[in-house]
């Protein structure tokens, strides 16, 4: 019995220190993070559709849904109706001032006429100056007049550009009462439904960029001696069988300070305290989940 408990002491010990020796055969782990972005409602109104699941496929600007805009689209044709009413204000400075010019273009006929005349002396003097005071007068008139409707334009004019900034708004309003999906990824949670009340701030849906996934992970002062900004790094992660399914991965941040090693990461120096985090970039086949975790082997 004796040799037969040795040989199983020994095969147990051999398989322990494989075993221990697989374990052991990384440089740091970490887990999968992806940019989350929560999209909410920027419109108020009845949610009228919301066409997405979770785990669909979105790309940057996809309408997703529509908020009601019906009270939205009744104030703009109702400053729209304004603003031509506005316009139609807006005076005609050539025709309102063509009588007072008609006038003057006859009384400078006339001077002419009288000047003739006094040059063979069948006029007086007082009949040119009687002339001449009466267009000085008309010229004064359509000066008045001029400026006065000048003014009246100008003031039409900030009232219809007024209201036209207003319609700008609510074509604004208008355009974000389309859901629109901002980037192109994954649908993480969905929070609202097609009939729900939204305000502005509701959040409707999580969506992240799985395409390519970021392990975080933290290294010893030691190991950060040994890596640099894009470097390729093996990263491994556990396929579910029991074996080990290998990504190649780019360093593309580290962190410029230090901070005490967090409980859920294991790292080489199982002894050190300050460890330096950073992100690697891993192209992501479909396989690859936020919050799995990963080895990485530099």
């Known amino acids: ?36 972005i929560i999209v909410s409602s920027q ?10 699941n979770e785990g669909d496929q979105l790309q940057q600007g996809q309408i997703v849904g529509v908020i009601d805009s019906t009270q939205l689209y009744l104030q703009k044709m109702s400053l729209l109706s304004n603003a031509r009413g506005v316009r139609a204000q807006q005076p005609d400075i050539r025709k309102q001032t063509a009588s007072i010019q008609e006038q003057i273009r006859t009384q400078e006929r006339e001077k002419a006429r009288v000047q003739r005349l006094l040059a063979s002396n069948a006029a007086n003097q007082k009949q040119l100056d009687d002339i001449e005071s009466q267009i000085d007068v008309l010229q004064k008139q359509l000066l008045a007049l001029t400026s006065t409707l000048e003014k009246n334009s100008e003031n039409i004019s900030a009232q219809s550009s007024t209201l036209e ?4 708004q609510l074509d604004d309003q208008l355009e974000k009462t389309r859901i629109v999906s901002p980037i192109a ?12 009340l939204a305000t502005m701030g509701t959040p409707l849906f999580k969506i992240a960029d799985t395409d390519t996934m970021e392990l975080r992970a933290y290294v010893t002062n030691d190991q950060l001696a040994r890596i640099k900004l894009n ?13 080990m399914k290998s990504y190649r991965g780019k360093i593309n941040w580290i962190s410029s300070k230090s901070e005490f090693t967090p409980k859920t990461i294991q790292t ?14 891993v192209p992501n086949d479909g396989f690859l989940k936020i919050g799995m975790y990963g080895e990485v082997k530099f």
Do not use: H, W
């Open 1 to 36: 019995m004796k040799p037969v408990t040795l040989l199983t002491s020994l095969s147990v010990s051999f398989l322990l220190l494989s075993c221990g020796n697989g374990n052991d055969d990384y440089d740091a782990t970490g887990s999968f993070e992806a940019t989350e």
């Open 43 to 52: 419109a108020n109104g009845r949610i009228l559709t919301l066409n997405l």
């Open 165 to 168: 900034i207003q319609v700008a």
């Open 185 to 196: 990824g994954t649908v993480l949670n969905r929070y609202a439904e097609a009939g729900e």
């Open 231 to 243: 470097d390729e790094v093996a990263v491994r992660v556990d396929d579910g069988e029991g074996n």
């Open 268 to 281: 080489k120096n199982e002894r050190a305290n300050l460890v330096y985090a950073l992100k690697i970039a």
